[in-house]
């Protein structure tokens, strides 16, 4: 199994909603990672987990809020977002911390109303 | 700052002829870089990776070269094929973080 999975794969959200973005691997990756999207634009470094622990929070906004509850499992808690958030969340494992080659699922298209 | 940088938005090559696509970087820490392929609706997917110690790395009909003294990469698809139409980005690697260029649309025509 060699894939990255995520769900929702679309999600409109008002502005007052809590949210979660989910993602799956059963790769045995000890890396997790989130990035942002935006259209036309090159996917941007939101947080790294190293062995379920957060190891790079890039400045990220305390509206987003990631959590990973087992090394198959990474979560994206959404509260209190801005229309400006709209983009695509992509999801991504590694065998290892540090190494680049990532695995990308195929991403949650979020709608920020 | 842009760390990664890839001037050509898009690129249109015949089918048959090689496709080209450049990438010109100001980070010195980077230890690898990659090349990323993207179709839409989906994500990245992995395409072929060179290690700052090498020049070039090659695995079937594709290859990129590095060029440290310029900070200049480049992937080179031969032949391209319709298949190969797709976004690519390349991204430079330090630490676990990768730092993706702008990606360049890249178009092969039958």
């Known amino acids: 199994d060699t894939e990255v999975i995520q769900t929702p794969k679309h999600l409109v959200m008002g502005m007052t909603n809590k949210k979660s973005l989910k993602c799956e691997q059963h790769?045995?990756?000890?890396?997790m990672y989130w990035y942002k999207q935006k259209a036309k634009k090159p996917p941007e470094l939101m947080f790294v987990?190293?062995?379920?622990?957060?190891?790079i929070n890039e400045s990220v906004p305390s509206r987003f809020s990631p959590e990973c509850p087992n090394s198959s499992l990474l979560n994206l808690h959404l509260h209190a977002l801005q229309p400006e958030d709209s983009a695509l969340y992509l999801c991504?494992?590694?065998?290892?911390?540090?190494?680049?080659?990532?695995?990308f699922g195929e991403g949650s298209r979020l709608t920020v109303l | 700052d842009q760390q990664v940088k890839q001037n050509s938005p898009s690129l249109s090559v015949q089918e048959g002829r090689i496709s080209i696509l450049n990438c010109d970087y100001t980070n010195s820490m980077f230890d690898y870089f990659l090349w990323y392929k993207k179709y839409p609706a989906e994500g990245p997917t992995f395409l072929i990776s060179i290690s700052s110690i090498k020049d070039k790395n090659e695995d079937g009909r594709f290859t990129v070269f590095l060029n440290k003294s310029a900070k200049h990469l480049s992937l080179h698809i031969v032949p391209s094929q319709p298949g190969d139409s797709a976004v690519y980005f390349c991204?430079?690697?330090?630490?676990?973080?990768?730092?993706f260029g702008q990606g360049t649309e890249l178009s092969v025509k039958p």
């Open positions: 790769m045995g990756h000890r890396a």
């Open positions: 991204a430079g690697n330090q630490g676990g973080k990768l730092i």
């Open positions: 991504a494992s590694s065998d290892r911390p540090g190494a680049g080659e990532l695995f």
């Open positions: 987990y190293s062995y379920e622990k957060l190891s």
